[in-house]
């Protein structure tokens, strides 16, 4: 069956996104709508695989979940991975690049199907500017 191609939509909207056994809930707002979505190369986002949209690190809202809620860090500890301890899904994450933003898994957001969008677009996370010497 072909899926059809479509535009992800560019309007700021608040969303709401959960894992996959429903004990996590957020909410947040997406400056950028859909439009934001693209995927990651970095040694954790290669190996997670799904594409993130951009929201603001001060909308996330955690509505259910907080006991449920894991964190992962490594290395400078800037970014930070949240997951449901229940069934392991990754719901989104505080950004290395810009920790004013959070990137949020957009296989996540309710009514969401992924396959459903155009390409989601990569963005270089191996050769991030963080990781270069002077």
């Known amino acids: 069956m072909t899926r059809p191609n479509r535009t992800l939509p560019d ?3 608040t969303r ?8 996590v809930v957020i909410e ?3 400056p950028q709508g859909l439009a934001s979505a693209q ?4 040694s ?3 190996r997670r695989g799904p594409g993130a949209v951009t929201a603001t690190t001060t909308s996330v809202k955690l509505l259910q979940g907080a006991d449920n809620l894991g964190l992962y860090t490594w290395g400078t500890q800037t970014a930070k991975h949240y997951f449901c301890k229940t069934c392991g899904i990754y719901t989104h994450h505080q950004r290395r ?4 933003e959070c990137g949020i898994n957009i296989g996540c957001i309710e009514g969401i199907d992924p396959r459903d969008f155009t390409a989601i677009p ?3 996370g191996v050769n991030h500017s963080c990781d270069r010497t002077k």
């Open 44 to 46: 954790i986002c290669r």
């Open 28 to 30: 947040a707002f997406l």
């Open 11 to 13: 309007a700021p909207e």
């Open 16 to 23: 709401r996104a959960s894992c996959h056994c429903g004990a």
């Open 122 to 124: 990569w963005t270089d």
């Open 97 to 100: 690049s810009n920790p004013a």
């Open 39 to 42: 995927r990651c190369d970095c």
